[in-house]
Each structure stands twice: as C-alpha cells, then as structure tokens.
C-alpha cells in the first residue's frame, strides 16, 4: 500500500469515527471548496474540514438554528433534525411505506396489498400480497429530492417460496421510452418463507423514479414492512 493510500485510509477512518466530517457518497466531487475530495469504490466524499459541512462542503456549519432547514435545531455545529428529515441542513426528506401507520405512506400503491396481523421487530401488521396478485410500490421523482447522489432503500420481506418475483428498480422517465434500469432482481432476495431485511445503495439517477414490485401469481405469499428511503449511507439508515 502506498503512503498516499495509507494516508487517505488513516484521514477517512479518523473522519467517519470523529465528527462526521465527511460528507455522504456521490457520483462526483466535482468542488469540495475548502475539504479534500477522496476516491471511495465508485463514488466520491468530500473530507471537509470542522467548520464546514455538505455533500460538497459548501456550508458553514452552523451556530444558529435559522441555518437549520425543516425546524431543525443547531447543536454542537450541526443541525438535528425532526422527522421525516435529515441531512447537514435538514434538507433531505425521508421516505417510508408502513402498512402500520396510514401517516407514513409516501408510496404509490399498485394492486392489493392487505394487512396481516404478523409483526416484525415489534411491529403489529406489515403488508402482504396473496396468491394470484401483482403488486408494484412507486416513489415518483426521487431524482428531485436525491438528484446526482447515492441514497439507501431499506425494507423487510418476506417470499413464500422461489417461485415469486420480487424486484426493485429505477425508472427513467426521458425523452425517449422509459427505461426500467434494474439494480435488484429476485436473485438477491431469500425466498424461504422467513423475515430477511434487504438494504440497497441506489444512485440517483436524472428523472427516475424508484419502484418495488412483486408477482405472487405462482407462490403463497409475498410481504412486506417497514420501506424507508433515506439520503445517507445504508449502515446508518436504522429502522
């Protein structure tokens, strides 16, 4: 490993188990400001120095709670945010789907999904689909909210057996046809009839949607609870 690579390992370690300095992933640094841009697989993070935050550094962090979006408060140098938002200046609004909660329903629901009095981790019902149903979950216009950065998909399901189909995929609204570009097809899912949580890391594409669907016409069952979409790295994202 070269000295230039150990210093950029020791320089993002420190960052993630310090302040939070470094901003979350994107497709390009393109200007960090004052920070310093770090290579990351196939994105970029900015390394930003104390008194900054932002996916780019751009902001001052802050010292009043007006700098704060959303009714955020200023703590410490960083907005704390109230739900459903996050991010450095509370910018960024987190998505949910629980069948256990009518409140949180950002999705568009396609087909019938009913209610199954099965928990999971505490929770009192989750979605499900029978026997004979198609189901698709659509969140329209996720570029306008995570547009040029990654976000993270996190959901619970579970599948009867490997004869349903369950996938998730972005959706691309141009010019031209709309493109399905798949990033999780049922090859990634266990189909053994248990619980299994499923996290994806998704790039946020120029007029895309983000869509979940599933077929059960061949299988029992297919359910599922507790969809969140959040701008910020998947181990963080939480129930």
């Known amino acids: 490993m070269s000295r230039l690579q150990i210093l950029t390992t020791f320089l993002l370690a420190f960052s993630l188990a310090g302040a939070e300095r470094v901003a979350r992933s994107h497709i390009s640094c393109v200007n960090c400001n004052n920070g310093t841009c770090i290579p990351i697989a196939d994105t970029y993070r900015c390394l930003c120095p104390t008194e900054s935050v932002g996916d780019f550094c751009q902001y001052t962090a802050c010292n009043l709670d007006n700098f704060c979006m959303n009714s955020g408060t200023c703590q410490g140098g960083r907005c704390v945010c109230p739900d459903p938002?996050?991010?450095?200046?509370?910018?960024?609004?987190?998505?949910?789907?629980?069948?256990?909660?009518?409140?949180?329903?950002?999705?568009?629901?396609?087909?019938?999904?009913?209610?199954?009095?099965?928990?999971?981790?505490?929770?009192p019902h989750n979605g499900q689909i029978v026997k004979g149903e198609t189901f698709k979950l659509s969140l329209f216009g996720i570029s306008l909210a995570y547009g040029g950065f990654e976000y993270c998909l996190r959901f619970l399901y579970k599948v009867a057996d490997s004869r349903g189909i369950l996938q998730v995929a972005q959706r691309r609204k141009e010019i031209i046809i709309p493109q399905m570009r798949v990033e999780a097809n049922s090859s990634y899912f266990e189909m053994d009839g248990q619980w299994h949580e499923m996290t994806l890391t998704l790039h946020g594409w120029s007029w895309s949607d983000l869509v979940i669907s599933g077929d059960a016409r061949n299988t029992a069952y297919i359910a599922l609870d507790q969809v969140k979409v959040m701008r910020t790295d998947c181990p963080n994202i939480g129930i």
Do not use: L, P
Not at 96 to 108: L, T
């Open 85 to 123: 938002y996050n991010g450095d200046k509370c910018e960024y609004k987190i998505y949910r789907k629980n069948w256990d909660n009518d409140i949180e329903n950002d999705f568009a629901v396609e087909g019938n999904i009913s209610i199954q009095m099965e928990g999971q981790e505490n929770t």
